[in-house]
């Protein structure tokens, strides 16, 4: 599990904006809104999507 | 020689009267650790997305046409589709594996079957809360993420500030 949020962030975070940046959104304009640095996550149903995901890849 | 689905088989198998039922569910305990490494994989750059603040403006797009300019966070459309998975793709999914399942306990007692009935319906919701332990991860490791969250967003040059200004529309 861990390993897979290591991997998360150093493989797929940088991979996808990478795509996003140059095929999907190629003609927006980006920008930062702020850092949440501090703040909590709001919608706590997140962390239990990657398990439904694993439950319905390994059914 | 074994196929890998056959030796994880082979590693969590059960033997007992009703052997078939549980070689399924040992099958899919031994792959949930690896189908949770993946979605995890998959799934994580959504919160990464979330801390970096990076926001996107179809404000170029729409410059000539009536369209309304909308301001959005990067993640919205990978999250929406892995949702979508999760959810629906699940529901549907889930049920094959109850029926699955119950047919390959048809020659199961009556004991036996409410047994396995209150095993199996719960099941799902233990597991979904397996994957929990991700939080005290990510609060674990707030300073390293960042850093490099931050290091990757210079690189992706948006380091244009996002300033909402709104024009309030009230009677009063």
């Known amino acids: 599990m861990i390993i897979g949020c290591i991997f998360g962030l150093y493989v797929m975070y940088p991979f996808y904006l990478f795509i996003y940046k140059n095929i999907i959104g190629k003609n927006m304009e980006y920008g930062i809104y702020n850092h949440l640095k501090d703040k909590e996550y709001k919608n706590k149903y997140d962390f239990f999507i990657p398990s439904l995901i694993a439950v319905n890849f390994s059914l | ?172």
């Not at chain 2, 031994?30 to 750059?45: E, I, K, N």
């Open chain 2, 1 to 172: 020689m074994n196929t890998i689905p056959e030796t994880i088989k082979d590693i969590f198998l059960s033997r007992g009267t009703i052997d078939e039922g549980f070689t399924i569910i040992n099958t899919f305990l031994a792959g949930f650790v690896l189908t949770l490494f993946l979605a995890l994989f998959l799934y994580s750059p959504v919160w990464y997305f979330l801390n970096s603040g990076i926001v996107f403006s179809n404000k170029k797009k729409v410059d000539d046409f009536v369209d309304s300019i909308e301001i959005r966070s990067i993640r919205n459309w990978y999250r929406a589709i892995l949702r979508g998975y999760a959810g629906i793709g699940l529901v549907i999914t889930y049920l094959q594996f109850l029926v699955t399942t119950f047919n390959k306990f048809d020659d199961a007692d009556l004991a036996e079957q409410i047994i396995l009935l209150v095993f199996i319906i719960p099941f799902l919701i233990i597991v979904v809360f397996s994957g929990l332990p991700v939080i005290l991860f990510l609060e674990y490791t707030k300073e390293i993420r960042f850093k490099y969250i931050n290091k990757i967003t210079e690189k992706f040059k948006s380091s244009n500030k996002v300033n909402l200004i709104m024009d309030k529309i009230d009677k009063k």
